[in-house]
């Protein structure tokens, strides 16, 4: 097949299986088990393509389903498996974008030939190319992040399925980290459950996310209702938060809120009720057919765990009026431009409705909550047992609401929403310059700028003929200047800047924010770019300063430590961590924001890729992206063997290097890179189960054929013979080091300019430069003594010989400098990603321990481990599952040592780093190990789902040779 791979087909029937919940595939959430480590037994049970498709696929599939458990296992489990799924330099981002085409994999259903390249896009991106890494972020407008994950990138207000937002929390933090978002504001109206709570909160922890839980109350406020967002503090993790809902004091306000949310409910429903006896009848003459009543359980089903909001209804109306206008194929023109905007202006409107008593107005009857003031709502909330942050949302407040609700709250208010994303595509931001002005000036304390700043209000105010009474208000607080200026004595009034993104509203911005100068250079120039008009710069900045911290490497050796201590040279011992320190203190420039958005407008990203109605589709034509990988592979080799062949062919007269100059050529390339790569694996050593051609990557193989062929006619005709000969009569026989030299020299310009273009990180690109010139002196004495070689062997003319050989000579010299330093560089990478396979697998083991410990304080746990037989008979009521996580434990370690690249060295810098008494908890850890007739049975069970017999048959052969291996080491 010329398009497309047999493993393309293979993954597309295993996605749709999935989507189709296939029987022969449920046997896979066995696999979700958090215990069970990525790169551990579980590769002999299931294709990590496979993995990574089903814990999408069951996250996705659970979205409104489902319960949370399964929804944090999932994501547990697709965050393990693509973190740990690729390799490179781009190892995050490229995670990142696996989410992603799965993400759209799984949606496309139904769509063979989309689904094909998708999955052949997700193949592409294990890899871990950096150009088709960034190729594919660019598609789906994702802005490059930090492989240090160390970018300032925020959201103060987003919404999920509890609310009114799309996404259950699990599939909204598994969105924020796609977008690079590390910290975020999740917002519930009224009230929180404690179920939503901890979702939310274990989500965050698993993604690395670090979020807060807000509640929106609505205090009166001049004959209307204020927003106030009430944040509890110092409450991080799930447990902590479930206990504080726990207490009397918060559940008596949680019941509050859940009155009022009961409220904007009967509303809705009542709009519902509206539209169905009235306004769907007064549509008809524009739709020219009668649209459906709408179902309320149909709608009921649609909000889900949400609440109930005219936002909900609009889209839910929405839809089935075009459903509708589908099926009567009539009315689709004026469709066309009836958005939910619309649908919302004309039938669920407060003016199209006013016998209904809209809840954002306060009525006498109102629940409890919705008659206190901001101050009495904040006095209220103060009580409860926590220390609270209170955020003033200014949506619908001007510049004088500000400032009194500032005033009448004494303080209490601790932050302002100064920008809000939704306002701005409403046009409700035009108070937001002057508010940030109020905020600066109560947080220096000028008592002369805001007597300027409260007289030019009340200037505004008078010429706006402003009721008197109002303008009255703000004159007594001019009048009570020291009690205002003295507000923010001893605390700062913060800023606040979100999206409120629901992910239904047309017309509105996606969620999250990033400080551009945070961002790496490429996502800068890509935010930059005048075409890309999907990003856009806010007119806020926010001050955010780059900080180095240098903090010791473990074991860097006694080399590396003295080394270190010359100037320069202080990273051989000592590693940096970057991170930034931001300044909370916006300013808003037109100019000079440096704010950009992370999502576009959902309108704008729909409509570009909706087709027109009127014209038929057209098929997509075959991509180069998508030729089949081994074909490609085997073309770019011959692409770049033609111009080595063609070279020799015509400027050599003897026959060898004229007919056999290109495979030469070609052997050093293809012959260091395999070397190189099982060394960097494998090294030596003969305990691994893998084999040679395991460790090779012939895709990366390919590459550097193809651009090592055209090397050929730039060294050795361009440089060797037309430029250093003829030009310049520099031979081997006249100056051999200025030939080498040069040669080297460009060579090594040649080769960082196409890293350059295969997207390659400025540390190799700088590496594989200075490889070259080290290769120079190498090729020097190679020149020598090849020389000496065949003056031995009584060769006429040895200079002639040797300025023949020289092109050879110079790339044989660059291909040994280069085996050692990628070598290196690859056998660093290995030992990196075995250290932390290890690291988080032995935690887990040391934890298990620590729970028998916790489980059995008077009983030398230890010393029971020697007989685990005898141990877990008599205590399996009290250990539960602890006995199977540790032979979970144990047979991911095995797997580690016999099939993972580099472990021995990663697992002897472990054990040296261990205690004796750690040590020997590792070792007899390992025992469970011994105990064969309980793990067959754990694998017939399903322990790794039905495809078991290869890693049953692993255990059996192998585990007697690790558990004396593990003895010696330990």
Same mark, same amino acid.
């Given at each position: 097949?010329?398009?497309?791979?047999?493993?393309?087909?293979?993954?597309?029937?295993?996605?749709?299986?999935?989507?189709?919940?296939?029987?022969?595939?449920?046997?896979?959430?066995?696999?979700?088990?958090?215990?069970?480590?990525?790169?551990?037994?579980?590769?002999?049970?299931?294709?990590?393509?496979?993995?990574?498709?089903?814990? %999408?696929?069951?996250?996705?599939?659970?979205?409104?389903?489902?319960?949370?458990?399964?929804?944090?296992?999932?994501?547990?489990?697709?965050?393990?498996?693509?973190?740990?799924?690729?390799?490179?330099?781009?190892?995050?981002?490229?995670?990142?974008?696996?989410?992603?085409?799965?993400?759209?994999?799984?949606?496309?259903?139904?769509?063979?030939?989309?689904?094909?390249?998708?999955?052949?896009?997700?193949?592409?991106?294990?890899?871990?190319?950096?150009?088709?890494?960034?190729?594919?972020?660019?598609?789906?407008?994702?802005?490059?992040?930090?492989?240090?994950?160390?970018?300032?990138?925020?959201?103060?207000?987003?919404?999920?399925?509890?609310?009114?937002?799309?996404?259950?929390?699990?599939?909204?933090?598994?969105?924020?980290?796609?977008?690079?978002?590390?910290?975020?504001?999740?917002?519930?109206?009224?009230?929180?459950?404690?179920?939503?709570?901890?979702?939310?909160?274990?989500?965050?922890?698993?993604?690395?996310?670090?979020?807060?839980?807000?509640?929106?109350?609505?205090?009166?406020?001049?004959?209307?209702?204020?927003?106030?967002?009430?944040?509890?503090?110092?409450?991080?993790?799930?447990?902590?938060?479930?206990?504080?809902?726990?207490?009397?004091?918060?559940?008596?306000?949680?019941?509050?809120?859940?009155?009022? =949310?009961?409220?904007?409910?009967?509303?809705?429903?009542?709009?519902?009720?509206?539209?169905?006896?009235?306004?769907?009848?007064?549509?008809?003459?524009?739709?020219?057919? %009668?649209?459906?009543?709408?179902?309320?359980?149909?709608?009921? %089903?649609?909000?889900?765990?949400?609440?109930?909001?005219?936002?909900?209804?609009?889209?839910?109306?929405?839809?089935?009026?075009? %459903?509708?206008?589908?099926?009567?194929?009539?009315?689709?023109?004026?469709?066309?431009?009836?958005?939910?905007?619309?649908?919302?202006?004309?039938?669920?409107?407060?003016?199209?409705?006013?016998?209904?008593?809209?809840?954002?107005?306060?009525?006498?009857?109102?629940?409890?909550?919705?008659?206190?003031?901001?101050?009495?709502?904040?006095?209220?909330?103060?009580?409860?047992?926590?220390?609270?942050?209170?955020?003033?949302?200014?949506?619908?407040?001007?510049?004088?609401?500000?400032?009194?609700?500032?005033?009448?709250?004494?303080?209490?208010?601790?932050?302002?929403?100064?920008?809000?994303?939704?306002?701005?595509?409403?046009? !409700?931001?035009?108070?937001?310059?002057?508010?940030?002005?109020?905020?600066?000036?109560?947080?220096?304390?000028?008592?002369?700028?805001?007597?300027?700043?409260?007289?030019?209000?009340?200037?505004?105010?008078?010429?706006?003929?402003?009721?008197?009474?109002?303008?009255?208000?703000?004159?007594?607080?001019?009048?009570?200047?020291?009690?205002?200026?003295?507000?923010?004595?001893?605390?700062?009034?913060?800023?606040?800047?979100? =999206?409120?993104?629901?992910?239904?509203?047309?017309?509105?911005?996606?969620?999250?924010?990033?400080?551009?100068?945070?961002?790496?250079?490429?996502?800068?120039?890509?935010?930059?770019?005048?075409?890309?008009?999907?990003?856009?710069?806010?007119?806020?900045?926010?001050?955010?300063?780059?900080?180095?911290?240098?903090?010791?490497?473990?074991?860097?050796?006694?080399?590396?430590?003295?080394?270190?201590?010359?100037?320069?040279?202080?990273?051989?011992?000592?590693?940096?961590?970057?991170?930034?320190?931001?300044?909370?203190?916006?300013?808003?420039?037109?100019?000079?924001?440096?704010?950009?958005?992370?999502?576009?407008?959902?309108? =704008?990203?729909?409509?570009?890729?909706?087709?027109?109605?009127?014209?038929?589709?057209?098929?997509?034509?075959?991509?180069?992206?998508?030729?089949?990988?081994?074909?490609?592979?085997?073309?770019?080799?011959?692409?770049?063997?033609?111009?080595?062949?063609?070279?020799?062919?015509?400027?050599?007269?003897?026959?060898?290097?004229?007919?056999?100059?290109?495979?030469?050529?070609?052997?050093?390339?293809?012959?260091?890179?395999?070397?190189?790569?099982?060394?960097?694996?494998?090294?030596?050593?003969?305990?691994?189960?893998?084999?040679?051609?395991?460790?090779?990557?012939?895709?990366?193989?390919?590459?550097?054929?193809?651009?090592?062929?055209?090397?050929?006619?730039?060294?050795?005709?361009?440089?060797?013979?037309?430029?250093?000969?003829?030009?310049?009569?520099?031979?081997?026989?006249?100056?051999?080091?200025?030939?080498?030299?040069?040669?080297?020299?460009?060579?090594?310009?040649?080769?960082?300019?196409?890293?350059?273009?295969?997207?390659?990180?400025?540390?190799?690109?700088?590496?594989?430069?200075?490889?070259?010139?080290?290769?120079?002196?190498?090729?020097?004495?190679?020149?020598?003594?090849?020389?000496?070689?065949?003056?031995?062997?009584?060769?006429?003319?040895?200079?002639?010989?040797?300025?023949?050989?020289?092109?050879?000579?110079?790339?044989?010299?660059?291909?040994?400098?280069?085996?050692?330093?990628?070598?290196?560089?690859?056998?660093?990478?290995?030992?990196?990603?075995?250290?932390?396979?290890?690291?988080?697998?032995?935690?887990?083991?040391?934890?298990?321990?620590?729970?028998?410990?916790?489980?059995?304080?008077?009983?030398?746990?230890?010393?029971?481990?020697?007989?685990?037989?005898?141990?877990?008979?008599?205590?399996?009521?009290?250990?539960?599952?602890?006995?199977?996580?540790?032979?979970?434990?144990?047979?991911?370690?095995?797997?580690?040592?016999?099939? !993972?690249?580099?472990?021995?060295?990663?697992?002897?810098?472990?054990?040296?780093?261990?205690?004796?008494?750690?040590?020997?908890?590792?070792?007899?850890?390992?025992?469970?190990?011994?105990?064969?007739?309980?793990?067959?049975?754990?694998?017939?069970?399903?322990?790794?789902?039905?495809?078991?017999?290869?890693?049953?048959?692993?255990?059996?052969?192998?585990?007697?040779?690790?558990?004396?291996?593990?003895?010696?080491?330990?």
């Amino acid at each position: 097949m010329i398009f497309f791979d047999a493993q393309d087909y293979h993954l597309l029937k295993i996605v749709n299986d999935v989507l189709d919940q296939d029987k022969s595939h449920k046997s896979l959430k066995k696999l979700l088990n958090p215990y069970l480590h990525p790169r551990g037994i579980k590769e002999m049970a299931a294709s990590q393509d496979l993995r990574i498709a089903y814990a %999408a696929g069951n996250l996705l599939e659970n979205m409104d389903a489902g319960t949370p458990e399964e929804r944090l296992n999932a994501l547990r489990s697709l965050r393990d498996e693509v973190l740990n799924g690729t390799q490179g330099a781009l190892r995050v981002n490229a995670a990142r974008v696996l989410v992603q085409v799965m993400k759209d994999l799984l949606r496309t259903q139904g769509q063979k030939r989309r689904q094909l390249e998708l999955a052949h896009d997700f193949r592409s991106a294990t890899t871990g190319k950096p150009s088709v890494i960034r190729a594919l972020l660019r598609r789906y407008h994702l802005l490059e992040m930090p492989e240090e994950w160390n970018q300032v990138t925020f959201d103060h207000h987003v919404h999920d399925a509890n609310t009114k937002g799309r996404k259950t929390p699990s599939h909204l933090i598994m969105d924020a980290w796609i977008k690079g978002i590390r910290k975020l504001t999740v917002i519930h109206y009224n009230h929180i459950t404690p179920e939503a709570a901890s979702e939310l909160l274990e989500a965050a922890d698993i993604m690395k996310i670090s979020v807060r839980i807000g509640v929106e109350f609505s205090a009166r406020f001049h004959g209307r209702f204020a927003q106030i967002i009430w944040t509890p503090r110092d409450i991080s993790s799930g447990n902590e938060f479930l206990n504080f809902l726990s207490e009397d004091a918060v559940q008596d306000v949680m019941a509050l809120g859940r009155d009022v =949310s009961r409220r904007q409910e009967a509303y809705v429903l009542q709009l519902l009720e509206r539209y169905n006896t009235v306004h769907r009848h007064d549509l008809a003459a524009d739709l020219g057919f %009668a649209p459906p009543a709408a179902d309320m359980y149909a709608f009921e %089903a649609f909000v889900g765990t949400g609440q109930a909001s005219t936002l909900h209804l609009a889209e839910f109306l929405h839809m089935s009026l075009t %459903a509708a206008g589908d099926e009567f194929g009539s009315g689709l023109s004026f469709l066309t431009n009836f958005t939910q905007k619309e649908l919302v202006r004309r039938c669920l409107s407060p003016e199209s409705n006013p016998e209904l008593n809209d809840p954002k107005t306060p009525h006498p009857d109102a629940p409890p909550l919705l008659s206190l003031t901001p101050a009495q709502l904040i006095e209220r909330l103060s009580r409860l047992p926590c220390r609270s942050r209170f955020i003033l949302n200014l949506s619908g407040l001007d510049t004088a609401d500000t400032l009194e609700l500032l005033y009448d709250c004494r303080g209490a208010i601790t932050g302002l929403e100064i920008y809000n994303l939704k306002d701005l595509a409403s046009g !409700q931001t035009l108070h937001s310059v002057k508010i940030n002005e109020l905020r600066h000036i109560l947080n220096k304390g000028n008592v002369v700028s805001l007597k300027s700043f409260i007289q030019g209000l009340i200037q505004e105010l008078e010429a706006a003929s402003t009721p008197s009474e109002r303008v009255e208000r703000i004159r007594s607080l001019l009048r009570d200047m020291e009690t205002l200026k003295d507000l923010y004595r001893n605390a700062t009034l913060k800023s606040r800047i979100g =999206s409120d993104s629901a992910g239904r509203s047309e017309n509105s911005y996606g969620m999250g924010f990033a400080i551009t100068h945070t961002l790496p250079p490429r996502a800068q120039r890509e935010i930059r770019n005048p075409v890309n008009s999907f990003y856009e710069t806010i007119p806020v900045s926010i001050a955010a300063y780059r900080r180095v911290t240098w903090t010791p490497r473990p074991n860097p050796g006694v080399a590396a430590a003295l080394l270190s201590r010359i100037p320069g040279l202080s990273g051989l011992a000592m590693e940096p961590r970057v991170d930034w320190r931001r300044d909370y203190d916006p300013t808003f420039d037109k100019d000079q924001g440096n704010i950009v958005t992370l999502g576009g407008r959902r309108e =704008s990203a729909e409509s570009a890729a909706a087709p027109d109605p009127g014209q038929p589709i057209k098929p997509r034509r075959p991509s180069w992206a998508h030729l089949n990988k081994g074909l490609k592979n085997e073309l770019k080799v011959l692409i770049g063997f033609v111009p080595a062949f063609i070279t020799f062919a015509l400027t050599k007269d003897w026959w060898l290097l004229a007919y056999f100059g290109a495979f030469i050529w070609f052997g050093i390339t293809g012959v260091r890179n395999i070397i190189q790569s099982v060394l960097a694996g494998r090294g030596f050593h003969q305990y691994s189960l893998l084999k040679w051609n395991d460790y090779v990557r012939w895709e990366r193989v390919a590459d550097s054929l193809f651009y090592t062929g055209f090397s050929v006619p730039l060294l050795d005709y361009l440089v060797k013979t037309l430029l250093l000969d003829r030009g310049m009569g520099i031979t081997t026989a006249t100056n051999p080091v200025a030939l080498y030299s040069i040669m080297g020299l460009v060579n090594g310009l040649y080769i960082s300019t196409h890293n350059t273009i295969r997207g390659l990180p400025r540390s190799a690109i700088v590496g594989n430069f200075f490889r070259s010139i080290l290769a120079i002196p190498l090729a020097i004495v190679l020149n020598g003594l090849f020389g000496g070689f065949l003056g031995l062997l009584h060769v006429a003319d040895v200079n002639g010989m040797l300025q023949k050989w020289a092109a050879i000579i110079s790339k044989f010299a660059s291909d040994c400098v280069a085996g050692i330093i990628e070598g290196a560089a690859d056998r660093r990478v290995n030992v990196k990603q075995r250290l932390s396979d290890y690291k988080a697998k032995i935690r887990q083991m040391f934890n298990t321990f620590s729970r028998l410990e916790l489980l059995f304080p008077e009983t030398d746990v230890l010393e029971k481990l020697e007989s685990p037989k005898k141990f877990f008979s008599s205590v399996r009521n009290e250990a539960g599952d602890i006995e199977q996580i540790m032979i979970i434990n144990a047979l991911d370690l095995m797997y580690f040592w016999m099939y !993972q690249p580099r472990s021995r060295t990663a697992l002897l810098a472990v054990l040296r780093d261990m205690s004796p008494d750690e040590q020997e908890i590792f070792k007899r850890s390992h025992i469970v190990l011994h105990r064969q007739k309980e793990i067959s049975r754990l694998f017939i069970d399903g322990l790794i789902g039905k495809t078991f017999a290869q890693a049953l048959s692993f255990y059996l052969a192998r585990s007697e040779h690790y558990l004396a291996t593990i003895r010696r080491l330990s």
